[in-house]
């Protein structure tokens, strides 16, 4: 079946500016969660959704950074007045099972995002 | 903090060398323990993953990986690699006495096999 996606593939914007970041989960999916890969480095956690609800937004850097995931399904991360510092891929990941002991995520391919 | 290391960050190895990858987590308690592999290209993909039992767990493309919890290691292997496997390999671990579900990954080994 269909897999992670996200839009756009690619985002360049300037600095200061807003930015949305959309992923659409595998379907039946309920978990939904974001991440951020720098260069050279591994993905770090940033929002976990169960459902409509956000259940760990731990990992959100500051308050410039927001998601949303309205009707359980698709969701888009928000970030106002973007930094140089944003520049990353952005992951979506999401899982189908209630059970955190045997949670599997399955990664989208990420939207590369560049701010000038 | 909990954290995730891969000591070899780049490894060049000929077509049907062996392959041992290491992966270290700085935590005790119950994990879930995963493989994730990035082709080229292309997304991260589940290599492997161990929840509980038997600790030696076979994944695709003849991977395999053993959980050591007195070496707090999920180390990943192969025993012939091909120059398909060329990839980013990442470890990732939950740790589950936490309560959440996030991943930590570490940085990463960019795997180059040479034909």
């Known amino acids: 079946g269909a897999g992670v996606s996200q839009t756009p593939s690619n985002k360049v914007t300037e600095k200061g500016k807003y930015v949305e970041l959309r992923c659409d989960p595998i379907s039946g999916h309920t978990a939904l969660y974001w991440y951020r890969q720098s260069l050279g480095q591994g993905p770090e956690f940033l929002i976990y959704f169960q459902g409509t609800g956000a259940a760990d937004d731990s990992g959100l850097p500051n308050d410039r950074f927001f998601a949303v995931r309205p009707e359980g399904s698709v969701s888009t991360l928000k970030i106002q007045r973007t930094e140089r510092g944003d520049s990353a891929v952005y992951l979506c990941?999401?899982?189908?099972?209630?059970?955190?002991?045997?949670?599997?995520?399955?990664f989208g391919p990420g939207t590369r995002l560049t701010v000038l | 903090a909990q954290s995730v290391s891969q000591h070899n960050h780049h490894v060049i190895l000929s077509e049907a060398a062996s392959l041992e990858l290491g992966c270290n987590y700085s935590?005790?308690?119950?994990?879930?323990l995963f493989w994730y592999v990035q082709y080229p290209g292309q997304h991260l993909q589940l290599l492997l993953k161990?929840?509980?039992?038997?600790?030696l767990v076979k994944g695709i493309k003849g991977f395999e990986a053993e959980f050591i919890k007195s070496k707090f290691s999920f180390n990943l292997r192969k025993p012939s690699v091909q120059w398909s496997d060329t990839a980013e390999y990442f470890c990732?671990?939950?740790?589950?006495?936490?309560?959440?579900?996030?991943?930590?990954f570490g940085s990463g080994t960019r795997l180059q096999v040479q034909p």
């Open positions: 935590y005790g308690g119950t994990v879930n």
């Open positions: 161990y929840f509980s039992g038997d600790p």
């Open positions: 990941a999401s899982s189908w099972t209630r059970a955190e002991a045997t949670d599997t995520q399955y």
């Open positions: 990732a671990v939950n740790y589950m006495d936490t309560g959440r579900r996030a991943l930590t």
